[in-house]
């Protein structure tokens, strides 16, 4: 047993390290394209690899059960003759009845399993929108979206869990049946009396049937889930790959390197390559072989050569491409290119691409939203399939990249940008210069080290994309690629990063830029520019070769330049920089008090422990984890969420299986007992027909206790993931801040599966063990009393030793749980970030690193189930013990007492089970404290303190005007945070524009979030056509109002579905909302139009695109306040000035702020609100603003002239 559990550690760990590897190797269009879903790929992770896991565990049933059954039988046969043989007949009659049964167990395990990936697909896409969700208050809608998948799975679940009662009734039933036949016809056939010899050794061989038996539909079910998830895997690994456009570089050798807490660890060379799929010579198969009972978690096995992927690839094997020698001033070259997305698409996103990326050069790609500019790059980078022609790579080039949407590992700043690089002083200084990541530096709490979260949440999104460009600059890659990273900066950083870090720092030396950028005022700088339009290259050459050939570009260029000195006057510094580092400033700061507030108090066990205050460096707080034995009130919580009757009926039911079984046992004693007294016929047949009425109670009472269970579970399995997943959608934004989205899914990927299909069974095993050695010691205590005394201290040793091995258990146990979450966590960073990876070339340290995460989980997993094998050596000790007091008190009463026969042999016969249900017990009793902590971790998700949602409900047509009024409002993110906004006081009429700006710190974003209630208004109130917020009900608020934010986000379904999840408008409407937002043209060019598909997170659209679909919902909802939060970012300049005439136009009678990204854009507004240190500093028209002498805002335009 214990080598098949190695065995089965060692397969899961191998599957979880195939898994990630394929995922390095997936096409984008795999993971983007609706083929598969994160959710969906962690459920490989965890799911199917534990129930191949599981299956390996008990593999050694297969054949060891049929053995135990044959040998039995032959037994039973020298017993009983013929009459045993007839009545084990009838397992030949259910076999095929448990088989088809079996069968259909797997039709609903597949139907499971794939609800099982939706639901984790919608909660991974509820949770990676959760801000937005909440700002539209759409997260009961979305959250209904994931309960309605939850029903379907509990639906396929209750399929699986009623083939598994019948299977257990029949599995329990049959023994009981045999024995009655076999009893019932022994006389009649033999023609011999049955005495007390005959039917308690007949009787203990029927016992030992039972245990095989009830192991058999176990085993069956999970070899079914075995079996399901095998195909799955086989489905996920032969998914489309990308290309490849050369090879994986990172080599490491002797002691690599991987990434693990913010630290590059190096692996010993044996863990090296165990956990690598590498070839290795026979010498180190030899080194293996004597190291693998040392370290030997993960077995090595072998790959195949590494090849390239896709059509370049394929071509060059058929010896149908002859790669030419490329020029050395190039480092990039496309010839007569053809791409697309789908490898089974018909028509290329990508056509007739013929460029040629001087080395060593700026090479700038422009162009309106969605006209190819990231496609052109992922082509470079072999992200897109390749339909004709080729591009080919310099010599020796090596590539950074910086996507459009910033990727970054949850880890310190400074891991974040070496990026597993060599520290070198002077390098990072100027890097951080250039990036002016400096001043945001000095903000943290541990400068450089702080872990800046998963995503890198505690950073706004212009301070993530500086942190993803120096990694690129930091590098000692030859072609740095970055898309559009200029979009999230401010004006000044923007013209920094360019001169210092791209002008000075990287075409300096000597290294290849290719940058996607909207900012036309740049392209001077430029010595090749590309122009794309509607998937072509439109023009591509200087900045006069492209004016002279698109005239038209040079008016969107003149324009560019005339805006930069709009976007430089906010301040001197750049405002919209600094607002971000007082945020980052306030996050710090209120993350520092809350975990000094928690760890002044020491915690008794039973109570749920947060952060380490010993790590000031981390923004991100740990995993909590309980200590001691799981609290009473976890498990009120779960029986709360079963129901007081159904408990009781459950409970009662096993009690009742019980007494039926010890009264039918001593009925069969008094039956044998009768054969030696000789009595009649007639007297036999009342026995028998007792005896038969007995098992026909015990078969239905063991119907209803399995049957109640499983409806038990299903109610709780229920109860407690609504629970967890109403409470966490309530939660304030601040949680998610500070929890990994990773952290959140392990309880509903793991955690819930635990609670759903182990949790009950473990329980009906459990109650059966407890009460099979219960009534062993009844029946034994009332045919020999003096049996209590000699087994009571023999009761107290096993107290002791399960109590000793429950304490350490219960620790493994929480140790295996939390060394499992960062697993995940990485693995969906990963997922997240594959471009950026594989454009690196860093396959392999990310899988060395998950390696040493997954081999953390099994060190802890490998001693968790160690320990069961130390417990199973001495239960079995006790069992003996047990047995032998049973036979020498009954013999010694037999023969000093004159004990009947019939009861002697029916204590022997209770007493030799007792062995094994004493390990069932307590490896039962183990498990469900083990599986406990599950509900444990749940139920923790299920009491996060909640946002303030209830009110008073305001009038149906409320906001009527759209009137907003500050009384003297303060706002704070948090009660242990300073204001950030004080005594605000401002009156904004309705329909009026407003242009928010302000210096350091004024405000801005803060104010907006108020509106929302986002963060808390502690002092004053913000008043909105006479009602005051705080007494609104939140979701009524925000459902009331409108919000543009600056980063988009859409969701997995259809267009229709992200612009009106509600389905409360029209067509016309919704087309009406797309051409204001001009997007008509792009939808209706996709096949369904409206109905036309939108993959996880939106990726088949462009970061552009998707903002434009933000704003588009926005239109639609026709709230009578907008709010617009940088809304134009990732838009080109034309789109951005033909969209701010759309707002003045669609929203002419209401009220409009505008936080400003350039004051051009807020210079037509009604009123400027100038805010200075959480104030309002100036409060009136630009006109009235110009002529004030001292007006900051006079102060910003003048600047600008």
Known sequence: MHRAILQSINVRAALQGLVYEKSLRLSTYATTGGMMTVGQITNHMSTDAMNILFMFQTINYMWSIPMQVIIILILLYVQMGAAALIGAALFLIVFPIQVKIATIISRSQKQLLTHSDERMKQVNELLQGIKLLKMYAWEDLYCKGVEVIREKQLRSLLNVSAGLV???????????????????????????????DITFSSLSLFNQLAVPLFLLPFSLFLLVNAIVSTKRLAEFFVAPEVEGIGEDTDELEEGEECQENGETKKLPIESARQANFHQTSSADEADEEEKDEKSGLLDGSKKPPKTDYGSNALRKAMGLEKEEPLDPKVAFKVSRGNFLWDPQGAQPCLTDIDVEIPKGKLTMVVGSVGSGKSSLLASMLGEMTTVSGRVQVGENETIAYAGQKAWLLNATMRDNILFAEKYSANRYKRVIEACALKPDIDILPAGDQTEIGEKGINLSGGQKQRVSVARTMYSSKSVIVLDDPLSALDVH????????????????????????THQLQYLNRADLIIVMKDGRIAAQGDLDAIIAADPDMYSEYDQAVKAVSDMESESESGTETLLEREALRRKSAQLIRRVSAQNVVVQPAGKFEGVDDKESGVLIEKEEMERGSVSFKVYGYYFRNVGILLSLVTFCSVLLLSGLQIGTNFWLSAWSEAGLSNETGSSNTKYLAGYAGLSASLLLVRLISSTSLIAASLVAAKTIHQRMLRNLIKAPLRFFDTTPIGRILNRFSNDTTMIDSKLAQTFNSTMGSFMACFSAVIVNTIVMPYFLLFFTPIAIAYYFLQSYFLSSSREMQRLDNTSRSPIFAYFSETLNGLTTIRAYKSQKRFFNTIIERINKNQVAYLYLQTAN???????????????????????VGALTLGLEPSLVGLAITYSLQIAGFLNLLVRGVADTEMQMNSVERVAFYSNVDNEQYEGREPPDDWPKNGRIQFDRASVRYSADTDPVLRAVTVDIAPGEKVGICGRTGAGKSSLTLALLRVIDIFGGRIVVDGIDIKSVPLKTLRSKLSIIPQDPVLFTGTIRGNLDPLHEKTDSQLWESLEISQLKDVVAELDGGLDALVTEGGENFSVGQRQLFCLARAFLRKSRILIMDEATASIDLETDKLLQKVVITAFADRTVLTIAHRIATILNSDKILVLDEGKVAEFDSPDNLMQLDGSLFASFVRDKQ
Do not use: C
């Open 166 to 196: 019948f299977t257990i009734f029949f599995t329990a039933g049959t023994p009981v049946v045999v024995t009655l036949v076999a009893f019932g016809i022994y006389t009649p056939l033999t023609g011999n009396t049955l005495t007390p």
């Open 493 to 516: 950083v923007g013209r920094t990063l360019l001169e210092e870090g791209i002008s000075k720092w990287l075409i300096g030396h000597k290294k290849t830029v290719i940058l996607v």
């Open 869 to 891: 094998r130390w417990l199973g050596v001495r239960l079995d000790f006790i069992g003996s013990l047990i047995v032998f007091t049973a036979g020498m008190t009954t013999l």
